[in-house]
């Protein structure tokens, strides 16, 4: 066995994660903060490329915990960081931010937009903040394709500790961790499932725009790295579905995971009881912390009558992705691009 | 004739054999390779890229090399001179021992070997390690694995790791560096080597090495995980699939023609996957050598592969237990 040594910054040890089994045939990859892989890796990327030199300003626009990862790495690297976000930031992550030396700067809430929200106003800030600096850098974690790429370090992980891997469930958001993830195994195990998990009004795979409870996965605009041809299958989910999923990892398995990990896992331990046979690895994106007085608070699920309200044993398979039957739905995405699927369902549409 | 054949014609050292005078020989052996089960780039530890590769060893050929000491000329004369590049190992290992009390100014190599040239077997290699455990046979040393290793890199430009034949090494092999020990030995495991374009042929000195791009280079990160695994556990069913996900990348540089052919037809027979000589044109069909059946599979693919209109080029068992289930077929 190699000698154990210790880390040089913090933010090597953050990007580990913690591989355990939760059922006979399926591993959660716990993560503390899986943004760290995407984060770290492009602003090291871009250090040694020379796009951050010594007085570079990093930028982003960010409300979640890209930003955060970005903080602690641009900590290490002795950076200046500049988040642009949403008004209604997290007063705590805010308050984290601003502690590691980020300037977070918060759009008025009279900004936001009937589509896309404050996604226009955040860009326009974005571009003035970069023109009252010299030597700007932007991670662009939605299109930087370093941020797919950085996963190579998960599924290496996952194949040295596991072997075979016959099938991969996660939340989506950028679409960096899932597609890069999947990409990276699929070079050795081609047949390899991805199952993406999505919330309701989410546009990423076919989802009116709307308001979303659940954090953590879902967009109003489509990411550039998001590659729908990637995916077998995808399951959307509401919010307390996901909040009870969430309490049952902990419970059961004493894994103490946010609400995002709790849906992948909804959806993971279907997928590998149906499966009994096939390895089902599930990503769980970040830690519990942040929802202590949310999802983990039966006071405040009582009040939004989510107390007690369990998800069913499975999923209600739908044929249209737009469609929101029930509490949690599963679509046969079968590696499709999203052109592809739109013309698919419009071509039934119109048979019918 | 194989290497074992003439070892045991040889079965002496020229070291014992005579004593103190200039009839004195040193005698050296290399094995030959099938190809690689892995190639691409790799970070060797402080981040920094580094070609790198994992050899599929092949011990039933080989080369055998003999030195001739002189005391009167200051150089080293090899009987082909179209093998330079053993002409250039031998002066290499010779300075090596310039401070030796029993050193000679030169010599000559006579080199030995059933190694086909030019499609990926490594005869170069095997040539240029004989002839470097030559020289040291004759000074009375046998050098370490690495240092040889080292010497044919500087010898050659690029060398594969059949020197280093105690353990499973990814090896750079324009650095002449083990990046990391694999582990003890591959496991158990049958390989039906083909010529996918017999007489085509590959002039690696003329081959251009692969520019990989960074999906690629992730993707070995990926594969080499996988063949430590696969190493450390014995599980050749996942070294099948690190050898044949190496060969896909390699299509892009020096394809293999029908490689999918080659790995749907080993699948098809409870085979494992399909490795490749990375800059040669072999190919071999990998087997489990403990699955039940598997002589039955591996002729029928030696069949297949004949019936395909490529040429043969070994069927190897690679561990003592997987000789005894050798096909004679």
Not at chain 1, 3 to 21: C, D, H, M
Not at chain 1, 116 to 138: K, M, P, V
Not at chain 1, 155 to 166: N, P
Not at chain 1, 173 to 192: D, H, I, K, V, W
Request: proline content about 6%.
């Amino acid at each position: 066995m190699p000698l154990r040594t210790g880390f040089v910054e913090a933010t090597e040890a953050y990007q580990i994660p913690k591989l355990v089994r939760v059922a006979p045939n399926l591993y959660g990859i716990a993560f503390t903060l899986m943004k760290m892989i995407p984060a770290r890796f492009i602003l090291r990327r871009a250090e040694q490329d020379g796009k951050i030199g010594p007085d570079t300003v990093i930028v982003e626009t960010t409300s979640g915990t890209f930003g955060l990862a970005l903080a602690m790495q641009a900590v290490s690297m002795g950076r200046r960081l500049i988040l642009v976000s949403d008004p209604v930031i997290d007063e705590r992550l805010y308050r984290r931010l601003t502690d590691l030396g980020a300037v977070v700067e918060r759009v008025p809430a009279s900004a936001a937009a009937a589509v896309g929200g404050y996604q226009a106003a955040r860009l326009e800030r974005l571009a003035q903040i970069r023109g009252e600096h010299r030597s700007t850098f932007c991670p662009e974690q939605y299109s930087n394709p370093d941020n797919p790429r950085s996963y190579a370090a998960v599924a290496e992980l996952l194949v040295e500790c596991l072997g075979q891997i016959d099938c991969i469930v996660g939340p989506v958001g950028s679409g960096g961790s899932m597609c890069g993830t999947t990409t990276y195994l699929r070079a050795l195990f081609p047949e390899c499932r991805a199952v993406g998990v999505d919330a309701y009004n989410s546009v990423l795979f076919g989802q009116p725009d709307g308001p979303r409870e659940l954090r953590g996965m879902g967009m109003s605009l489509m990411p550039a790295n998001l590659d729908h041809r990637i995916f077998d299958e995808v399951h959307w989910c509401t919010a307390p579905a996901a909040y009870a999923a969430t309490r049952d990892l902990h419970r059961r398995n004493a894994l103490f995971m946010g609400p995002s990990s709790g849906a992948a896992y909804l959806a993971a331990r279907w997928w590998a009881r149906t499966n009994p046979d096939k390895l089902t690895v599930v990503m769980l994106p970040d830690e519990g912390y942040r929802y202590l007085d949310t999802v983990y608070d039966d006071e405040w699920l009582a009040q939004r009558g989510h107390l007690g309200e369990q998800p069913p044993d499975e999923p209600l398979q739908v044929d249209d992705p737009s469609r929101q039957d029930g509490s949690w739905t599963t679509y046969d995405w079968a590696r499709r691009s999203y052109i592809q699927m739109m013309t698919t369902n419009v071509a039934a549409a119109m048979n019918v | 004739m194989s290497l074992r054949n003439l070892r045991d014609l040889h079965p002496v050292t020229g070291h014992h054999a005579n004593n103190g005078t200039d009839f004195r020989v040193g005698v050296g052996q290399a094995p030959a390779h099938h190809g690689e089960l892995l190639q691409g780039v790799f970070d060797d530890g402080t981040g920094r890229p580094r070609r790198a590769l994992v050899t599929l060893p092949q011990r039933d050929r080989g080369t055998r090399a003999v030195f001739h000491p002189s005391r009167r000329f200051y150089s080293i004369t090899v009987e082909n001179p179209e093998l330079t590049k053993v002409r250039r190992a031998a002066v290499l290992a010779l300075h090596r021992f310039a401070a030796h009390p029993a050193t000679v100014p030169g010599g000559r190599i006579e080199i030995t070997s059933d190694v086909p040239s030019r499609i990926g077997m490594g005869s170069s290699t095997s040539d240029v390690t004989a002839a470097i455990r030559a020289v040291a046979d004759f000074h009375g040393v046998s050098l370490p694995e690495e240092e040889i290793g080292r010497l044919a890199v500087a010898a050659e430009g690029a060398s594969d790791s059949t020197m280093i034949d105690d353990r499973v090494v990814l090896f750079a092999q324009r650095d002449g560096l083990v990046l990391e020990t694999l582990g003890h030995r591959l496991p158990p495991m049958l390989v039906v080597g083909c010529d996918t374009e017999p007489g085509a042929g590959v002039d690696t000195l003329r081959f251009k090495p692969a520019e990989y791009d960074d999906k690629e280079i992730g993707a070995f990160q990926v594969l080499r995980a996988a063949m430590r695994r696969a190493v450390a556990t014995g599980d050749v069913a996942l070294l099948g699939r690190v050898a044949t996900a190496s060969a896909r990348i390699n299509q892009r540089f020096l394809p293999k023609p029908g490689l999918e052919r080659l790995v749907e037809l080993c699948l098809r027979h409870g085979g494992c996957g399909v490795q490749v000589a990375h800059s040669g044109t072999i190919a071999g069909l990998i087997f489990d050598a403990r699955r039940p059946g598997v002589a039955d599979g591996v002729a029928r693919c030696a069949s297949r592969i004949e019936e395909m209109g490529l040429v043969l080029t070994a069927t190897i068992g690679l561990e003592p237990a997987a000789a005894d289930v050798r096909v004679t077929a």
